[in-house]
């Protein structure tokens, strides 16, 4: 697993949304287990309360997204942006420390049938 991601969601889910559809609401627990530093062999478990929150089909959070926009969204094909939270602790041994940072991601995502 070295340098690998792995995130497994906990299959409790408690779902629910409301009379007008506008929003749509996912909680459970999940854990996200990475590399102690990247490209490290040790490896860490972190947990956290799973939320995946979408309003009008537009502005969503979920896992590392911390805050997320569609700008196009259709059954198939999504193109957005997001602020998404690292994880990932990057003290290394002679090196400065980098503390946890939040970063902006661009992304477009196509299902093929």
């Known amino acids: 697993m070295n340098g690998r ?3 497994l969601v906990v ?3 408690t779902s629910c949304s409301s ?3 506008d929003w749509k609401l996912q909680v459970g627990p999940g854990f996200e287990t990475l590399p102690v530093y990247p490209g490290g062999r040790g490896l860490k478990t972190v947990w956290f309360p799973f939320v ?3 309003y009008h089909e537009r ?3 979920s896992g590392d997204d911390l805050l ?3 700008a196009y969204k259709s059954e198939n094909t999504q193109v ?3 602020v998404e939270y690292d994880l990932t602790d990057r003290r290394v041994r002679g090196l400065p420390n980098v503390d946890r940072t939040a970063r902006f991601k661009l992304f477009g995502s ?3 049938q």
């Open 11 to 13: 299959a409790a889910w």
């Open 80 to 82: 957005g942006g997001a």
């Open 5 to 7: 991601y792995l995130w």
């Open 59 to 61: 502005i969503y959070t």
């Open 19 to 21: 009379a007008a559809d």
């Open 110 to 112: 196509q299902t093929v």
């Open 68 to 70: 997320g926009v569609y």
């Open 52 to 54: 995946d929150a979408e």
